[in-house]
């Protein structure tokens, strides 16, 4: 099946510092959608891109449709130690009403 | 977006044994993905379940594995029959409604299932 590229696979950073993360596809995508997932709980939806070019923020997250539509990023600024899960992008194929495709996930650790 | 309510939240099984999960949903939805996410592992979507026909499953998913119900539109069940330790793992269901085109989809909290 179609694949999302995720990376980094995993982030161990510093309270305060910024976070970048991102997914690429070899297959043009026509929404990106950002998730993260606390332990015991399920994805929870943090931001959704419709339109290639796209920038949303979400408080300190910010995210981006690539111009190419196989790209997208998300930005964490001024990390906090409740920012630890893990966070996948997901993506809809261009070609029609298609499932859901999910990254492999970003597991990022905050030290105090 | 809709209350998703997944029971039970965990269980422990063991080899051979069959488990349902069961998705409660707090409005009328078209579609329900049934997702399983392996230890470490991202979504992977095990079948797409409307009310009034078969489910659609993915390449690697089969119905005698993995039978789904959907007697009506708030609710559907996933059973895991026949278990294995390999079918350790979280699955989700997430509701759809037809004409919301690519929205985002939600999930609950999901069943995690071990099987000794």
């Known amino acids: 099946g179609q694949q999302l590229n995720q990376s980094p696979q995993s982030m161990f950073i510093q309270e305060g510092e910024d976070v970048s993360m991102n997914c690429t596809s070899s297959?043009?995508?026509?929404?990106w959608l950002w998730y993260k997932q606390d332990p015991g709980e399920g994805p929870v939806l943090l931001i959704a891109?419709?339109?290639?070019?796209e920038l949303t923020s979400n408080g300190r997250l910010t995210a981006q449709f690539g111009i190419t539509r196989k790209d997208s990023f998300l930005n964490i600024s001024a990390s906090i130690p409740s920012d630890v899960g893990i966070y996948f992008c997901?993506?809809?194929?261009?070609?029609?009403?298609?499932?859901?495709?999910f990254g492999k996930g970003t597991r990022l650790s905050v030290i105090a | 977006s809709a209350v998703i309510s997944q029971k039970p939240s965990r269980d422990i099984c063991q080899r051979g044994t069959s488990l349902t999960i069961q998705c409660q949903v707090d409005?009328?939805?078209?579609?329900m993905f049934w997702y399983r996410q392996q230890p470490g592992q991202s979504l992977t979507l095990i079948a797409t379940?409307?009310?009034?026909?078969?489910?659609?499953?993915e390449s690697g998913f089969v119905i005698d594995k993995f039978p789904i119900s959907r007697p009506n539109l708030t609710f559907s069940t996933l059973t895991v029959s026949n278990m294995s330790p390999e079918d350790s793992s979280i699955y989700l269901c997430?509701?759809?409604?037809?004409?919301?085109?690519?929205?985002?989809?939600?999930f609950g909290n999901g069943t995690r299932l071990t099987v000794t």
């Open positions: 409005s009328q939805v078209t579609m």
């Open positions: 997430s509701p759809k409604t037809c004409g919301q085109g690519n929205s985002p989809l939600h």
């Open positions: 891109l419709y339109k290639a070019g």
């Open positions: 997901a993506g809809h194929l261009l070609s029609g009403n298609t499932p859901l495709v």
């Open positions: 297959s043009i995508f026509n929404t």
């Open positions: 379940a409307n009310q009034g026909s078969e489910a659609t499953y």
